[in-house]
């Protein structure tokens, strides 16, 4: 059994080896089968793969010639358009060149316009409806460029062998056109006080000029003469226009005074540029004429000032006559020590270390001058202003020495701002409906009387100073124009008639404002043809070195040369 057992279980396990074996031999076929499927499969793959690989790398190709072949258009395109704009940039500069660029008349026309439209339009970006028509500002620069045209049309007026008309008269009419013309007057307004205000700027500007040209050796060596000149003929002028306009024109004797004493100044605008010609010229210096009447000049409009200064207190005050007397001597000796003191104070600063020193200079000057004027109205002592900046001025020039050119340059370029405004607000004060043919004539003749005496008082007092005859004349015609103190103190007693509110002091006020504006538009002209005609005519030449290194002159010669200096100065002045 034992045996049968064994034999069975061999069997069994044959049997079980065989099915091992046939199932492992199918199952070999089966991963034979599989191994080759997946085999050819891959290699399937691999060639779909590459073809695919092949077909992009043609795509890629293909879309590379095709935008690659654009590209090369554009860069044609760009050369194209890059060859026409170089063209179109050279006909351009061949255009600019041929076209000519606007010169002359044309360019200044338009770059004025362009200037004066970009004031206002600053102007008006700050101050809103003041620069508007109606305004103050738009008034003031309105009548600026009105008197500076004005000024130039005048000059431009040449007659033959005679130098050209002052500016200043132009700048008065344009004043005087802007006031009288309908619609233009409600449009162009400017307030009293400003008025006022710029007025005295322009006189302390003026003053100051005329004490920077100040001559200290010379003042010294003539300083009887100079006194003489300065008090004789204002005094004498204004007592006779007081007296005649008191029979003529019915003025009280403080208001006839008030008018003698603005008639009788000289006027420096006229007087100081035309004596800094004849100075540069070697016309009358070396007996120091030109000197002698800038000095002469100031001190007699100090001394107008103060006389005007004193009757209008006395005219608007309730207090007693001497006492108003004693105060306008109080006035002079108070501007005088208040100008040597702020004179010495402009010596010593700024001092000569610091940068900029012309510039702070003129500042220093022209703010103590402008400052002093201000500063004695608020106290109540304005004849003491001009005097003071006078004073100053002239102690400052010592100081500074030979360094004082630069800063008087700067100060007539102030000067040359301010002008403009005087007279055109001195102009634009006269209202011509206002005015009565009867106050117009018998104004002329105050005039007129005045003059004849002042000329003949000029005259006289000149006569011990060591002149000859054709030298006492050019002083007297010299001695002749009126026109700066006039427009900055002619209005001054119609705005204090106007604040008291009287109709009978206002009629004053405005008879000595018309009889100034009168006094400018007809000795102004003369005076200044006077002394532009006079001057190479009855003054000496100073002889320098090398016109006597030059050799000896024949007669003839010196003669045609004279008459030839005497047409050059002429056209200058």
Not at 139 to 163: E, R
Not at 270 to 282: A, D, I, K, T
Not at 487 to 493: D, L, P, T, Y
């Amino acid at each position: 059994m034992i045996n049968n057992d064994t034999h069975t279980s061999l069997s069994e396990v044959t049997d079980l080896s065989s099915l091992f074996k046939s199932l492992g031999s199918s199952s070999s076929k089966m991963m034979d089968e599989e191994s080759t499927k997946r085999f050819c499969q891959r290699n399937e793959d691999r060639k779909r793969r590459a073809h695919e690989a092949g077909s992009k790398v043609q795509v890629n190709r293909d879309e590379r010639e095709i935008t690659v072949l654009p590209r090369r258009k554009t860069d044609e395109l760009d050369t194209a358009r890059m060859s026409d704009s170089s063209s179109c940039c050279e006909s351009c500069i061949r255009l600019k060149d041929r076209c000519p660029r606007p010169r002359g008349l044309l360019s200044l026309i338009v770059t004025k316009v362009c200037l004066f439209a970009l004031l206002f339009g600053v102007v008006w970006s700050v101050t809103g409806s003041e620069c508007l028509p109606g305004g103050n500002l738009f008034g003031i620069v309105v009548l600026f460029i009105c008197s500076v045209l004005g000024g130039k049309l005048v000059g431009m007026i040449q007659l033959p062998t005679l130098p050209p008309f002052p500016p200043l008269l132009g700048m008065l009419l344009a004043g005087l056109l802007l006031r009288n013309v309908p619609y233009v007057t409600d449009a162009v307004f400017i307030h009293t006080h400003w008025s006022s205000a710029l007025r005295n700027i322009a006189l302390s500007i003026i003053l100051t000029r005329a004490g920077l040209g100040l001559d200290p050796s010379a003042l010294s060596r003539l300083k009887a003469v100079c006194l003489r000149l300065a008090i004789g003929p204002c005094v004498m002028e204004a007592c006779v226009v007081a007296l005649v306009s008191h029979f003529l024109l019915g003025l009280p004797w403080v208001w006839g005074f008030i008018l003698g004493f603005v008639l009788a100044a000289v006027s420096p605008a006229v007087v100081v540029p035309s004596m800094l010609l004849l100075q540069r010229e070697g016309l009358g210096v070396e007996k120091g004429i030109p000197t002698l009447l800038m000095a002469a000049g100031s001190f007699d409009d100090i001394l107008a000032i103060t006389g005007f200064s004193t009757c209008l207190g006395i005219a608007f005050s309730t207090g007693s006559t001497w006492m108003n007397i004693l105060k306008g001597l109080l006035e002079v000796v108070g501007g005088v020590i208040a100008g040597l003191i702020l004179g010495l104070f402009l010596c010593c600063f700024p001092s000569k270390d610091q940068e900029d020193l012309v510039v702070r200079r003129t500042l220093m000057l022209l703010g103590l001058s402008i400052f002093s004027v201000f500063f004695s109205h608020v106290i109540g002592f304005a004849g003491a202003g001009g005097l003071c900046t006078l004073v100053l001025a002239f102690l400052a020039a010592l100081g500074w020495k030979t360094d004082k050119a630069p800063v008087a340059a700067m100060v007539g370029t102030s000067w040359d701002m301010f002008q403009p405004l005087l007279f055109g607000l001195i102009g634009a004060e006269i209202t011509i409906s206002t005015l009565s043919p009867s106050t117009v004539g018998l104004g002329l003749a105050c005039i007129s009387i005045g003059l004849v005496v002042r000329l003949l008082v000029t005259f006289l007092l000149v006569h011990y100073g060591g002149f000859n005859l054709k030298e006492k004349l050019f002083i007297s015609v010299a001695w002749l124009p009126k026109a700066t103190v006039q427009a900055a103190i002619g209005s001054k007693a119609l705005d204090l008639a106007r604040e008291e509110g009287d109709e009978t002091l206002i009629k004053f006020g405005l008879e000595v404002l018309t009889l100034a504006v009168l006094a400018i538009l007809t000795t102004a002209p003369i005076g200044a043809l006077g002394i532009g005609l006079a001057g190479p005519r009855l003054l000496a030449r100073q002889v320098k070195a090398d016109d006597t290194e030059g050799g000896a002159m024949t007669p003839s010669s010196y003669g045609i040369g004279q008459e030839k200096d005497c047409v050059t100065l002429e056209s200058k002045l």
